[in-house]
């Protein structure tokens, strides 16, 4: 079974600072991972994905993370934060497994908060 | 394409009433998943569907029924709702490779009294 763990349930950064989240995940088998951010009231939006090949995967709005396979870890950055970045983010991890048909398991979401 | 759409937004029930959720996909995806999002504890999965006639439980299924007559459609059918049912629920489809992005619906925001 995996698991998801994100450090950190809020985090404060202000405009124009690194924004930082923190993910690591436990997988018997070798795992697709994924970031999504949900702004107030709304579902789920795809930030980025890995799956396999290059280890540094870049998404929208800026955001990228980097897969490091011996920390078990898919940290989330942005180097410079926008106002517009505050939502709550969410990481993911299914199998690349056929019968676990993709499943993907979220972990508990960072909130994230710019300030002035 | 209008996506994953959810119907209804907003929904207050009774203890030991039922509803349907209802949940529709125009992207022709074979998988589709029911979630439902409590503070704290990220989305957890209640049951979800490889293709039409097919499907089977997630992490959470107690108190919640589905079926998939059609590849478009996933109701959710909470036979007698309890307050531990209150949440916000998300419905998401994507094609039936693992790798591929979900795509989530705007959510259903549901109160059980």
């Known amino acids: 079974a995996q698991s998801v763990t994100q450090l950190g349930s809020h985090v404060s950064v202000s405009e124009g600072a690194l924004v930082l989240l923190r993910c690591n995940y436990s997988?018997?088998?070798?795992?697709?991972l994924f970031w999504y951010v949900q702004y107030p009231n709304q579902g789920l939006q795809l930030l980025l994905k890995y799956t396999t090949g290059a280890t540094l995967v870049k998404g929208i709005n800026g955001f990228e993370a980097e897969f490091k396979k011996s920390e078990t870890s898919f940290h989330l950055t942005k180097p410079s934060a926008h106002m517009s970045d505050a939502a709550e983010y969410f990481c993911?991890?299914?199998?690349?497994?056929?019968?676990?048909?993709?499943?993907?398991?979220f972990g508990a979401g960072t909130q994230v908060v710019v300030t002035p | 394409n209008a996506g994953v759409t959810q119907t209804p937004k907003f929904q207050v029930l009774k203890t030991g009433q039922s509803m349907t959720l209802q949940c529709a996909q125009d992207?022709?995806?074979?998988?589709m998943s029911w979630y439902r999002q409590d503070p704290g504890m990220g989305l957890r999965l209640i049951h979800y569907s490889v293709g039409a006639g097919i499907t089977d439980q997630g992490e959470v299924p107690n108190g919640y029924n589905v079926s998939r007559s059609t590849t478009e459609d996933f109701p959710l059918r909470l036979l007698s709702a309890a307050p531990s049912q209150t949440s916000v629920y998300f419905c998401?489809?994507?094609?039936?490779?693992?790798?591929?992005?979900?795509?989530f619906g705007p959510g259903t925001r549901l109160t059980v009294l």
């Open positions: 997988s018997s088998v070798p795992p697709y």
């Open positions: 998401a489809s994507r094609g039936l490779a693992s790798y591929n992005e979900q795509f």
């Open positions: 993911a991890v299914s199998l690349m497994t056929t019968d676990s048909w993709g499943k993907l398991q």
């Open positions: 992207m022709n995806h074979e998988y």
